[in-house]
Each structure stands twice: as structure tokens, then as C-alpha cells.
């Protein structure tokens, strides 16, 4: 009989199954509302599911080149330079993906070897971790101060050392919906300017920015942009997280090695959404008023819940927002999240799982990309608690 202990011993031993599916599993058995997993309640652009229709109905049904359609990474440029006044050569500095999390792990995978250190920030998108340890990596995670998630760079400063790969950010910041100040990002350009050290900026919610604030994208800093492999979705943007596209745009060097894996990864996106996509970002609407739709939801939300046991401080990007439930028990995060799927039907995700040591702060992460319907029927339940 097969030994499978002594022919198979597994890469992520200490992985467990993600938050996302434990939470979305119990809101679908228990019929809750599901304000746990990111992703709309409400259906993409009617006229961008045409163009997708129009696409496959033309033809562009086999393989797009393992890059990305032209086309569409010419408009990814056109945008990208519009937004942030930096150049990108579409031939050889942007690569279409099949969704965010695939162009981070690939990012990792071509650049971290055994032994690299990479800085993460806690809490954290939980495919870093993983996929920093499935290539030999080591994880250095900074815990950020739960009050204000704000990154402490001095903090940063000391724990750099000559084994120090790659620093990986996120803004807007998911699962606190902050955001990283132009501040923020001058410190970390003068903190990795004369360095080898790689940057990985997840920017998956740039255009879910709220109150008059602007994205700082490391596009935007010479001494970042050199070194930065940056990383977008296009489902995050145009309400079809199910599509899984992105994008990853990068220095031609960085570039050339991100594709020796993309190739053997899934070698090419989907062809003809990223047709209908290229035609869609001919008009910038699509993606420049995404901050107000989304913070509309935002002031919503939070206005039904105002007068509610949670305390809060708004969102400042991303589609979730942040409730501290420490006067209403004291239950640990994972437990409570739980019981309000089961008993009150609503479903949220606890925010320990994404902490160093599941450092439980009584928070819960709740999506607000839902109808005005679903945002009201969960204040409601919000409320009684």
C-alpha cells in the first residue's frame, strides 16, 4: 500500500483552507448575507459583457499571444502614463494576466530563490505568505498598529538586512482600506534608493480611492518605478472578479524574467474579454468614476450603522470596511464571525487570519460592493446586534 507520508510531503504544510472559502461556505449553507468575500452583488457593465460577446463571436476564441493582446496593453500604457506621467513600452514593460493573484505569484516565483527575505505588512493579502515560502522564502512580517495601520519606516529600516529580496505593499490596503500618503512613498523610495531590493506594490483598488484623495502608485517615484513590479486587476475594477484578469507592469529586465514564468504558468489570459477590455478603456469613465460609485456605498453603509454598537473609522479606499465589535463581546474575531453567519445571517471575515500569530484586535472586515438592497438588509441586522 501506497505510503503517502513518505512519497509526498507537502510544500505548505502549516496552510490551512482559506478564510474566503470557510466564510463563504457558511454564509451559502446558513443563507446569510455574504459580506465576506470581495466581490459586487451586482452584475459588470451591460455594454462591456457585449463587447465580450461581440469578441467570442468573432473569433478571438484560441490563444492570445502569452503577453497579452497589443492592443489592449497599448491602452494599459495610454492609461497608465495619462494617470501618472511615466512612460511604459507595451511591447516589453506589461503583461496581461489571468487575475492579481496570478501576476503576484508569479512575481514571486521568478525572483524569490531559498533564503531571500521579503518585508510583508500585516495584515496581509493571504497569498504572500505562501507563495514567499513555497519558493524557499523567508517571511519578515511587520505588524501594523491596529489603530491606524500606519507603517512605522524606521521600523522598516532596521529590519532590512543583505538577505532582504523584496518588500511587498498594498494601497489602498485590503483588508483596512488605508491608504499610502505621498509621504509614505518618498520614505520608501529614500529607504531603497542605492539598494538591490526588489518592490512588489499591489495596487489592485487604485481607482477605489475616497474623499479627494489621490493614488500614490509607485509608478509615480523614479527610484520605486526602476525596481517595482506593479500589479492591477481588472476585475476589482469593472465588477467581474470571476473573469480573473489583471495585469503586471514592470521595467523591460524585471519584465523578461516575470514572463519566463508566465509562460509555463498559464502562458495567456483570457482572449476575449482582454479584447472587449482594450475597446472599454478607450473610455476612461469607466475606471475615473469608480471612487464616487464606491464611496457613495461607503457613506451609505456607514450612515445606516452609525448609531450601532460597532465603532469604525471610514474606509479610505478598497470596497471594505473595518468594524470593532470590543463592546459588544468579547468573543475572539474567528468565533464571533462564525456565529453571526450562523445565527444572524450575515458573513464577514475575521481579521486575526491575515495578523502575525492571529493577533485578534475584535475586528471585522465587511465588503461593501453590494446593492443598495444588500447594504440596507445588512444594517439592519448590524443594527440589532
Known amino acids: 500500500m501506497l505510503n503517502f507520508n513518505k512519497v509526498f510531503q507537502s510544500k505548505l504544510p502549516e496552510i490551512p483552507t482559506s478564510i474566503f472559502a470557510i466564510m463563504s461556505g457558511l454564509a451559502t449553507q446558513h443563507n446569510a448575507l455574504n459580506l465576506s468575500q470581495g466581490f459586487p452583488d451586482f452584475e459588470s457593465d451591460a455594454k462591456l459583457i457585449k463587447l465580450v460577446n461581440s469578441a467570442m463571436m468573432n473569433g478571438k476564441n484560441q490563444y492570445a499571444p502569452m503577453p497579452g493582446i497589443i492592443s489592449l496593453r497599448e491602452q494599459i500604457a495610454q492609461k497608465t502614463e495619462s494617470l501618472y506621467k511615466v512612460s511604459y513600452n507595451p511591447e516589453t514593460e506589461i503583461t ?102 526588489l518592490l512588489l506594490s499591489d495596487e489592485v483598488y487604485e ?32 465588477h467581474n472578479t470571476g473573469w480573473k484578469m489583471g495585469y503586471c507592469i514592470a521595467p523591460a529586465q524585471l519584465t523578461k524574467e516575470f514572463r519566463k514564468v508566465h509562460q509555463f504558468n498559464v502562458f495567456s489570459a483570457n482572449h476575449p474579454i482582454q479584447v472587449a477590455l482594450a475597446e472599454y478603456l478607450k473610455t476612461p469613465s469607466n475606471y475615473l468614476e469608480l471612487g464616487n460609485f464606491y464611496q457613495q456605498k461607503r457613506d451609505l453603509f456607514l450612515d445606516l450603522i452609525k448609531d450601532s454598537r460597532f465603532e469604525f473609522s ?46 485578534d484586535t475584535k475586528v471585522l472586515r465587511f465588503c461593501f460592493a453590494k446593492t443598495e438592497e444588500t447594504l440596507k438588509r445588512a444594517a439592519e441586522i448590524l443594527n440589532k446586534i
Not at 480611492?209 to 513590479?229: K, M, N, T, Y
Not at 473595518?322 to 481579521?351: G, H, M
Request: glycine share 4%; proline share 4%.
Open 207 to 238: 481607482h477605489i480611492i475616497f474623499d479627494g484623495e489621490q493614488h500614490q502608485s509607485a509608478a509615480l517615484f523614479p527610484a520605486l518605478a526602476e525596481r517595482s513590479f506593479i500589479i492591477a486587476s481588472f476585475g476589482k475594477t469593472f
Open 96 to 197: 496581461i494576466t489571468a487575475g492579481a493573484t496570478q501576476a503576484i505569484f508569479t512575481v514571486i516565483a521568478a525572483t524569490v530563490s531559498k533564503g531571500d527575505e521579503v518585508i510583508i505588512f500585516k495584515p496581509a493579502y493571504d497569498c504572500y505568505e505562501p507563495t514567499i515560502e513555497l519558493f524557499g522564502g523567508k517571511t519578515v512580517a511587520i505588524q501594523l498598529d491596529p489603530e491606524d495601520f500606519k507603517i512605522n519606516w524606521e521600523e522598516v529600516k532596521g529590519l532590512i538586512t543583505d538577505k532582504t529580496k523584496m518588500i511587498i505593499i498594498n494601497t489602498p490596503h485590503n483588508p483596512s482600506g488605508r491608504i499610502l500618503s505621498k509621504k509614505d512613498m518618498l520614505q520608501l523610495e529614500t529607504l531603497l534608493r542605492n539598494t538591490n531590493i
Open 314 to 359: 471610514p474606509s479610505k479606499g478598497t470596497y471594505f470596511q473595518l468594524l470593532n465589535f470590543k463592546n459588544i463581546t468579547q468573543e475572539s474575531d474567528y468565533d464571533f464571525a462564525v456565529r453571526l453567519t450562523k445565527e444572524q445571517k450575515i458573513a464577514s471575515i475575521p481579521i486575526s487570519v491575515f495578523n502575525n500569530e492571529n493577533y
